[in-house]
């Protein structure tokens, strides 16, 4: 046998899965239940001293997620990966393992909406402070850094999509300052970015979007690199100090490399709940074992639209970074060649009125607030996710009066211009 490691497509039908070891089945069984029996008093101590690896309570481990969180830490480079309920879960769970009340974290002000509000609003309760820095300009991320950053936190490809982060950039920043460096890789998936390979050292995911792919589970993963090294680090007790919750164990020390992934589990997903069913898990299994093909898919459609609206005289811009005359076309060649991703957003000459108009014209289209599907979909920010914003706040989260966002599904190409055609000329 020669040492050779799979390559992408054969990691993405085959990692973390054997035939299952009761009956042989091949696709990845739903284990549908609570708990698990021990084999006697000694195998649960151990369990629950982890001193073993085993499953207890589906809260905490079942064997479907477990290969969920082998495949997508082989397709993103990583130690190990925790499952967990959603991509918001993912991200609670990785601050909280980071953040004590009083600790700041530094994020690139684009990023998924959602994301904005849980760091601006929830996360307050926590005493987690944000601080926002610009991702078009990654020396604002050092000018930001207190001795009370925890963390710096990006999108690879940002929302509303056509933004491509200088991941290396912002990882020379963190490397220099000692702070563990988190990539919200939803947008781009492990198919068209590796984030890993461009300093990043935790991988958070909304499962909901591209890994499951077919708008129908929600669900996250947290992916540890392995790089940073937690223990002996005061500023991180989670993982430096001992754990009275088991036993005084130091997690950063027993578990080396994937000790953070360890710690999401046992300290965050254990006491905190957000746990991924089972099938659920299996949905988004199934969604992975097609996610290069799709991926490839979803840019080549993409770039094939956005060349059509360029041209459009009803359309003032387009923001895709696979056109050559994009700010973003150097960054996307030089971190997603294979392309730029499915979501994109587009300006509408006649502004508002021809966006509310647009969205009710398509048909092939879906109106709704999510991306990631093989269905394609559209939504005008200003009359919907961002209604509650003032002008001025709208333009500024680039979900001005005119922007119409896209996510470009699987279908054929010349159907969604035809849609895209007749639903401008009635707009
Ligand atoms: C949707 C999304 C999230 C949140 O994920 P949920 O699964 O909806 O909780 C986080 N980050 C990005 C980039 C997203 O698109």
Redesign the pocket.
């Known amino acids: 046998m020669s040492d050779r490691l799979p390559g992408f497509n054969t990691l993405a039908i085959h990692a973390g899965a054997a035939p299952d070891a009761a009956t042989g089945a091949r696709a990845t069984p739903i284990y549908q239940t609570t708990s698990f029996v021990f084999d006697d008093v000694d195998h649960a101590a151990s369990l629950f001293g982890l001193q073993a690896f085993g499953n207890i309570y589906s809260r905490i481990g079942n064997p479907t997620c477990s290969v969920l969180e082998e495949r997508v830490a082989a397709l993103e480079g990583g130690t190990a990966a925790l499952a967990v309920a959603?991509?918001?879960?993912a991200?609670f769970l990785t601050f909280h393992t980071l953040l004590q009340p009083g600790d700041e974290f530094i994020a690139a002000r684009k990023?998924?909406g959602?994301?904005i509000n849980q760091f601006n609003h929830a996360y307050k309760n926590f005493g987690w402070n944000v601080v926002w820095a610009d991702s078009d300009d990654p020396s604002s991320f050092e000018a930001a850094i207190t001795p009370r950053t925890k963390a710096i936190f990006v999108?690879s490809i940002a929302?509303p999509g056509g933004v491509i982060v200088d991941l290396q950039a912002i990882a020379a920043i963190a490397k220099k300052h000692r702070i563990p460096f988190i990539v919200?890789n939803?947008?781009a998936s492990p198919y068209l970015i590796r984030p890993f390979e461009h300093g990043a050292d935790i991988i958070v995911h909304?499962?909901?979007?591209f890994l499951g792919g077919h708008g129908n589970s929600?669900?996250?993963l947290i992916v540890d690199g392995g790089s940073f090294n937690f223990a002996g680090d005061d500023r991180y007790p989670m993982l430096s100090k001992p754990r009275p919750e088991y036993g005084g164990m130091v997690l950063g020390e027993t578990f080396g490399n994937f000790g953070f992934a360890i710690a999401c589990r046992v300290l965050g997903l254990r006491d905190l709940g957000p746990a991924l069913s089972p099938f659920n898990a299996f949905l988004i299994l199934n969604g992975i074992e097609t996610l290069p093909l799709r991926m490839q898919r979803h840019s080549d459609n993409a770039l094939a639209v956005a060349e059509h609206l360029a041209n459009h005289s009803k359309v003032s811009w387009v923001s895709y970074p696979g056109l050559r005359s994009d700010r973003y076309h150097n960054l996307a060649k030089q971190y997603c060649p294979k392309g730029a991703g499915a979501v994109f957003t587009f300006g509408l000459k006649d502004g508002y009125e021809a966006g509310v108009k647009l969205v009710s014209n398509l048909k092939l289209f879906s109106h709704l607030a999510n991306?990631g599907d093989t269905r394609s979909l559209v939504i005008h920010p200003a009359s919907t996710t961002h209604r509650q914003l003032t002008d001025e706040q709208k333009t500024q989260a680039g979900a001005g009066p005119e922007v119409v966002r896209l996510s470009i599904g699987l279908e054929d190409t010349d159907d969604l211009i035809e849609d895209l055609n007749q639903a401008l000329d009635a707009a």
């Open positions: 959603s991509g918001h879960a991200e990023l998924y959602g994301s999108e929302n919200d939803t947008m909304s499962a909901t979007k929600v669900g996250g991306i």
